[in-house]
């Protein structure tokens, strides 16, 4: 129990305000819940007993402890009932005037000393203070759904937030067992800010037709290592939602190449095709299930006669002798030869145009992430035989791998993807929103990412990560591309991601 906060005040009883309930009347805090909408309270607080005694029924919480966190909440028909609440926190329309109206009002019911905290997401929380006659005591308070699992919040001081709030939210979220961090007053604070890139690349990749939405989400979970690709994350949350949410934050950044949105996502809100709550998105649903669509066989054509290795990659050239394929050792391919490159940071042309290679015998293999996974990335160039495609396919599928083919694009797929989720989470440590540390941790947990962007940047390479951002930015012109200063001081001092700055 905290030694400033006993009594917590909540408005809202939808998800976010039933989920922020429970965590507090389980953790040993009176709660005071209010909605405006009759019978909502009501229904949250039904909801929220049934959630408390299946914890009961797990074994996670005894009956006496499940009857006392019950009895700490009390439903309060208005505002005027919050007087003796420590902590209020709103978690009601995100709407800024909304929240503004609601904090005014508050001001002249609770104690002087109480806090105020608003549960946004994406609205400025010096905007929201700025509505009330003290805007020192208003503050972000950011809780993730399903609120009671997800053991992170983001504590968010406004610009004129008295810095104690943040070391009491702080400490308060720390003695409810979730994991409090400090973010600046940014548009989509750390999590919302940092979840840009996957979204945005994704989308960037299908308008430019490199491979389709489930071949894309598919190369990010079985090469990249993600739990969803950007896709499956759209129709998850709502592409109408998350789609508004990316116009939002690009424009909040004053039309940042960097969060630029895509077409793709207006023609299918316009359609009505929202994902999962409406049957089909960027999938078709079988109630919550995803129809997937089967992968396309495996060739049945014979391997080709030689393969030439291009560049030093000993661990491909290992690969394909195991696979049983013969290797051209010669310094140039042969004339009958499939044509092996990795291509890091630029695409197939460019290596055929530079080192003479015949486009038409030339394949791309993803090496980026190594060849120990059942997953491999095929890239045709432009102008590549039907039949040395087939024959490759074949090649790398002999082993029971799965492959995935792609058109010719800058970096590939998953590569490239990776690349700027890790160069956005460097420009958000170059900003100080919040430290190194607590970046990777609110998107590891937050997001669910196999990495912090940071940790993910170290794993992979600051040095090959930059050469991707290079590459990316060289050959299409696109800003959105320019790495961050922050990833390249560090690339170029051999130095971890994680490194701070002096001052």
Same mark, same amino acid.
């Given at each position: 129990m905290h030694d400033r906060i006993r009594v917590i005040g909540v408005i809202g009883a939808g998800t976010m305000g039933r989920g922020i309930v429970q965590l507090f009347v389980q953790s040993g805090?009176?709660?005071?819940?209010?909605?405006?909408?009759?019978?909502?309270?009501?229904?949250?607080?039904?909801?929220?007993?049934?959630?408390?005694?299946?914890?009961? =029924?797990?074994?996670?919480?005894? +009956?006496?402890?499940?009857? #006392?966190?019950?009895?700490?909440? $009390?439903?309060? *028909? @208005? /505002?005027?009932?919050?007087?003796?609440?420590?902590?209020?926190i709103e978690a009601v329309a995100e709407r800024l005037d909304?929240?503004? =109206?609601?904090?005014?009002?508050? +001001?002249?019911?609770?104690? #002087?000393?109480?806090?105020?905290? $608003?549960?946004? *997401? @994406? /609205?400025?929380?010096?905007?929201?203070?700025?509505?009330c006659r003290d805007p020192r005591r208003v503050v972000g308070f950011h809780f993730f759904n399903p609120v009671p699992l997800m053991k992170l919040v983001e504590v968010i001081p406004g610009e004129m937030t008295d810095p104690s709030l943040v070391e009491t939210l702080s400490d308060l979220t720390r003695a409810v067992g979730h994991h409090p961090i400090v973010s600046a007053d940014t548009p989509g604070f750390v999590v919302n800010h940092a979840g840009r890139a996957l979204y945005t690349e994704g989308l960037q990749l299908l308008q430019d037709c490199v491979a389709s939405a489930p071949d894309i989400d598919t190369l990010m979970?079985?090469?990249?290592?993600?739990?969803?690709?950007?896709?499956?994350?759209?129709?998850?949350?709502?592409?109408?939602?998350?789609?508004?949410?990316?116009?939002?934050?690009?424009?909040?950044?004053?039309?940042?190449?960097?969060?630029?949105?895509?077409?793709?996502?207006?023609?299918?809100?316009?359609?009505?095709?929202?994902?999962?709550?409406?049957?089909?998105?960027?999938?078709?649903?079988?109630?919550?299930?995803?129809?997937?669509?089967?992968?396309?066989?495996?060739?049945?054509?014979?391997?080709?006669?030689?393969?030439?290795?291009?560049g030093n990659t000993p661990e491909l050239i290992a690969l394909v002798e195991r696979l049983g394929a013969r290797l051209d050792t010669a310094s140039t391919p042969g004339r009958d030869s499939l044509i092996l490159v990795t291509p890091v940071g630029c695409d197939c042309a460019s290596l055929c145009a530079g080192k003479g290679h015949d486009p038409a015998r030339t394949i791309g293999i993803e090496s980026f992430f190594g060849f120990a996974g059942k997953r491999r990335c095929l890239v045709a160039p432009v102008g590549a035989d039907p039949g040395m495609i087939a024959a490759a396919h074949a090649l790398f599928?002999?082993?029971?791998?799965?492959?995935?083919?792609?058109?010719?694009?800058?970096?590939?797929?998953?590569?490239?993807?990776?690349?700027?989720?890790?160069?956005?989470?460097?420009?958000?440590?170059?900003?100080?929103?919040?430290?190194?540390?607590?970046?990777?941790?609110?998107?590891?947990?937050?997001?669910?990412?196999?990495?912090?962007?940071?940790g993910m940047g170290n794993l992979y390479g600051p040095r090959r990560i930059l050469s991707v951002l290079e590459g990316l930015l060289s050959l299409t012109g696109d800003p959105r591309y320019r790495p961050s200063g922050w990833l390249r001081r560090r690339a170029n001092l051999g130095l971890s991601l994680r490194t701070p700055d002096p001052f």
């Open positions: 805090y009176r709660v005071l819940l209010n909605d405006m909408n009759a019978g909502a309270a009501a229904q949250a607080q039904s909801f929220i007993t049934k959630m408390i005694h299946r914890r009961v =029924e797990k074994g996670d919480l005894a +009956e006496a402890e499940a009857v #006392a966190a019950v009895a700490r909440l $009390t439903l309060v *028909s @208005s /505002l005027e009932e919050f007087g003796e609440a420590d902590l209020v909304v929240k503004q =109206e609601l904090f005014r009002k508050l +001001e002249d019911l609770v104690r #002087a000393d109480a806090i105020l905290a $608003t549960n946004t *997401s @994406s /609205l400025m929380v010096t905007a929201i203070a700025a509505g979970r079985e090469m990249a290592g993600f739990r969803m690709g950007p896709f499956e994350l759209f129709d998850l949350t709502g592409i109408d939602v998350s789609g508004s949410v990316v116009e939002s934050i690009h424009a909040q950044y004053f039309f940042d190449p960097r969060y630029r949105s895509s077409p793709v996502v207006r023609r299918r809100v316009a359609a009505g095709l929202h994902g999962r709550k409406t049957g089909k998105g960027f999938y078709a649903y079988d109630g919550q299930k995803i129809l997937r669509l089967q992968e396309p066989p495996t060739p049945e054509v014979a391997l080709p006669e030689m393969v030439f290795v291009d599928a002999r082993d029971g791998a799965r492959v995935t083919l792609c058109n010719d694009s800058v970096a590939l797929v998953a590569q490239r993807i990776v690349a700027v989720i890790v160069n956005l989470g460097c420009e958000i440590a170059q900003q100080q929103i919040a430290t190194p540390e607590d970046i990777d941790r609110a998107v590891e947990v937050g997001l669910g990412y196999p990495a912090g962007p940071l």
